[in-house]
């Protein structure tokens, strides 16, 4: 039954489910006491057995160390080579760049103002809520099946063995079940992120050169900026007006297969150069 309890602890851990608590590395720990003898009461015998002792052994010839060892020991850093470099010469002088004009930008806020990033993370935690709902119910009808066989009422051990290869078999099937549909859901909120992240790219841009700005950081990363400097709320109204919906992927519905399917670009067609998304959009937990 190990095998069976191993193989339903895999699919929790892949659907992040809580895996049931292994009690035998608890036990692991014990260790063996082992008594001395204990010493025999009484007077000891008049008589004293002496022994010669051993000779002395000679001290065993000391190597000097040579100076990499030494230096080694000391902790000093080593001596390495140090091969010569090319001077690089004084470059014509060139335009200054012109002045930053700065604006900042909290993309968490804009995401949770995004009325598509409000509807992929209504979709798609639904779909995830429904596979764990899934994935509970059927570790549960496997404990009970399991029970059935541990008690063995009316079952021969043949029956039993039977029993359990067919549960080892329904538990490596719904393995496979539950990670295929995990991972349809987690492409599906690829898909559907992208577009965001995309259309969010680009609506930086076009509210930062509308303010006149060339430098635009992350608010969360700055100490101290005056509210005039902030552009979360232009940025969000503007990506909830260019992009209200967003494609989302039907329930089931692969997205390898669908990239196969020629009906979108993929992005095995994007450009190497392309620019890319701002690192704090992440995914709707």
């Known amino acids: 039954m190990s095998r069976l309890v191993s193989a339903a602890g895999v699919l929790a851990a892949a659907l992040s489910l809580q895996p049931l608590a292994a009690h035998a590395q ?49 902790g000093a ?10 001077s690089v010469p ?4 060139a335009s200054a760049p012109p002045s930053a004009v700065i604006g900042v930008l909290s993309v968490p806020d804009v995401m ?9 993370e209504k979709t798609l935690g639904a779909r995830r809520d429904a596979l764990q709902a899934d994935a509970q119910k059927e570790q549960a009808s496997w404990r009970e099946v399991q029970q059935q066989i541990q008690s063995g009422k009316g079952l021969t051990q043949e029956q039993a063995q039977a029993k359990l290869r067919a ?12 990670r295929e549909r995990n991972r349809i859901i987690q492409e599906a909120a690829q898909v559907a992120l992208g577009q965001v ?8 841009k076009q509210v930062a050169a509308a303010h006149g700005m ?36 039907a329930d089931g519905e692969d ?11 993929t992005t095995a067609d994007a450009p190497a150069n392309a620019t890319p998304a701002p690192q704090a959009v992440s995914a709707p937990k």
């Open 26 to 74: 608890a036990q692991s720990g014990k260790g063996w006491f082992v008594p001395q003898a204990a010493a025999p009461q009484g007077d000891a015998p008049h008589s004293v057995v002496r022994r010669a002792a051993p000779a002395p052994r000679p001290a065993p010839v000391q190597q000097p160390a040579d100076d990499d060892q030494q230096a080694a020991s000391n």
């Open 77 to 86: 850093p080593p001596v390495l080579p140090l091969p010569p470099v090319p």
């Open 90 to 93: 004084e470059q014509p002088k």
């Open 112 to 120: 949770a103002n995004s009325t598509a990033a409000q509807e992929i």
């Open 167 to 178: 549960l080892q078999e329904r538990v490596a099937r719904a393995q496979r079940d539950f």
């Open 197 to 204: 992240e995309r259309t969010l790219v680009q609506v930086i």
């Open 214 to 249: 060339n430098l635009v950081l992350h608010r969360e990363q700055v100490a101290l900026s005056m509210p005039a400097l902030d552009v979360t709320q232009s940025v969000a109204d503007v990506l909830n007006k260019s992009l209200p919906r967003v494609f989302i992927p």
């Open 255 to 265: 997205p390898e297969k669908l990239a196969k399917s020629g009906k979108f670009p």
